[in-house]
């Protein structure tokens, strides 16, 4: 079956420092991915949406600058935390599609928790 | 906004047991519903859907219908196992936001031998 592979898992970085996580679809092509963010005990909240090749529209309240996203290949997507700070520490979920729009399949990867110092 | 509401974990139940998980939403138009499960270190994982009004999801025994009238969409299992210890979560996708799930809380459920 599909699946889609997160990397790292976790992480620990200083304050201030940038920090890369990596979402691929391993046996699949993905023209969208999806970014979700998971507090302690609340539900996942979308930051955004990523299509290959184009830019990524963002969820509102969602700081564009402070999470980059790119999607330069149809396996391949990025969330770069920027200038990280403790608050931003989270569960990180990404999950891309396969089908044609509307489809709603959906394989999520299994998540990589940010801690910040 | 869409907003999806599900009861709070955790639920623990000895196996065998029947399973409930109450989940009400709120959104316009007709969303689809979802269930979604989450094993420990995995990622989600769609446990069923139902995409109109009165349809019903099932899938590993696990049920849940598409209740407009009561905006509702509660996942049941008549006898839950030891493997079925997970956080399930309730979520929707308005029709013209295809992709974009909004989820609830999640519930975690424990179930022991």
């Known amino acids: 079956g599909a699946v889609v592979s997160q990397h790292p898992s976790r992480v620990i970085c200083k304050s201030g420092t940038s920090v890369k996580i990596e979402c691929r679809s391993l046996d699949f092509q993905a023209t969208t991915m999806f970014w979700y963010r998971q507090f302690p005990k609340k539900s996942l909240m979308l930051m955004a949406t990523?299509?290959?090749?184009?830019?990524?529209?963002?969820e509102q309240g969602v700081e564009k600058d402070k999470f980059l996203i790119n999607h330069a290949s149809l396996t391949l997507s990025t969330l770069t935390v920027t200038s990280a700070h403790p608050e931003d520490s989270s569960f990180y979920i990404c999950?891309?599609?396969?089908?044609?729009?509307?489809?709603?399949?959906?394989?999520f990867g299994a998540g990589s928790r940010l801690t910040v110092l | 906004g869409d907003s999806v509401t599900q009861m709070e974990g955790p639920v623990t139940l000895s196996e065998e047991a029947f399973l409930t998980i109450n989940c009400t939403y709120t959104a316009t138009g007709y969303p689809s519903l979802f269930w979604y499960v989450q094993y420990p270190g995995e990622g989600l994982q769609l446990l069923l859907k139902?995409?109109?009004?009165?349809d019903k999801g099932s899938n590993k025994g696990f049920e849940a219908t598409y209740r407009k009238e009561t905006t509702s969409f509660h996942l049941e299992k008549g006898s839950v196992q030891v493997s079925d210890s997970a956080v399930y979560f309730c979520?929707?996708?308005?029709?013209?936001?295809?992709?974009?799930?909004?989820f609830g809380a999640g519930t975690q459920v424990v179930v022991t031998p």
């Open positions: 999950s891309a599609s396969r089908g044609a729009p509307g489809a709603n399949v959906l394989t």
């Open positions: 990523s299509n290959e090749g184009s830019k990524a529209t963002y």
């Open positions: 139902a995409t109109k009004a009165d």
């Open positions: 979520a929707l996708t308005a029709t013209d936001s295809w992709g974009k799930l909004q």
